[in-house]
T-cell receptor, first 114, second 113 residues
Framework: KAGVTQTPRYLIKTRGQQVTLSCSPI?????VSWYQQTPGQGLQFLFE???????NKGNFPGRFSGRQFSNSRSEMNVSTLELGDSALYLC?????????????FGNGTRLTVT | KNQVEQSPQSLIILEGKNCTLQ??????????LRWYKQDTGRGPVSLTI?????NTKSNGRYTATLDADTKQSSLHITASQLSDSASYIC????????????FGAGTRLFVKA
């Protein structure tokens, strides 16, 4: 069974631009959650989608948004990029809602904002 | 305030030795506690997940313990291998008016030959 796939693997953007990251969950998994990882803040929860509905949201500004499609694939969008948005963005999938099942992480998208 | 604190911040051990990583939390109401291993440049991989009623869980050479009364967990690694060099992250989940996930900062483990 293929694991969680995140694309692209690396991305370099300029301040003020926007970016879209993609996540394909493990086949059959209906929950997708997104996380930001930085050396200073560690892992922080962004949001979770289950069956195309956002179920939970972390404490991030509205510039961070996401969506989930009917095939469970998910995208995350960050608008008006800031230098502080440079981070590893991780996506995780699980068969059920995050609260009740282990997470299977992808290897992330490394975003650099210059 | 919901917090998860891990210690030590980093640890160096010799191959073949055992080690124990600590996780203290002030999360309430507690839902579950998970330990993840993250290799450099990779996503975290689940090691164990424990609910309130479980006080120990093993996964090969990894054994996690949970004391819900003192709000402490530990991850014990037996007979360490070079491949155990990684960050180990403790994650606690809260179920209160919605679900929240709180991550510890991690312990960076270096296993030397």
């Amino acid at each position: 069974k293929a694991g969680v796939t995140q694309t692209p693997r690396y991305l370099i953007k300029t301040r003020g631009q926007q970016v879209t990251l993609s996540c394909s969950p493990i086949s059959g998994h209906r929950s997708v959650s997104w996380y930001q990882q930085t050396p200073g803040q560690g892992l922080q929860f962004l949001f979770e989608y289950f069956s195309e509905t956002q179920r939970n949201k972390g404490n991030f500004p509205g510039r961070f948004s996401g969506r989930q499609f009917s095939n469970s694939r998910s995208e995350m969008n960050v608008s008006t990029l800031e230098l502080g948005d440079s981070a590893l963005y991780l996506c995780a999938s699980s068969p059920r809602e995050v609260s009740n099942s282990p997470l299977h992480f992808g290897n992330g998208t490394r975003l650099t904002v210059t | 305030k919901n917090q998860v604190e891990q210690s030590p911040q980093s640890l160096i051990i010799l191959e073949g030795k055992n080690c124990t990583l600590q996780c203290n939390y002030t999360v309430s109401p507690f839902s579950n506690l998970r330990w993840y291993k993250q290799d450099t440049g990779r996503g975290p991989v689940s090691l164990t997940i424990m609910t309130f009623s479980e006080n120990t869980k093993s996964n090969g050479r990894y054994t996690a313990t949970l004391d819900a009364d003192t709000k402490q967990s530990s991850l014990h690694i037996t007979a360490s291998q070079l491949s155990d060099s990684a960050s180990y992250i403790c994650v606690v989940s809260v179920q209160s008016g919605g679900f929240k996930t709180i991550f510890g900062a991690g312990t960076r483990l270096f296993v030397k030959a």
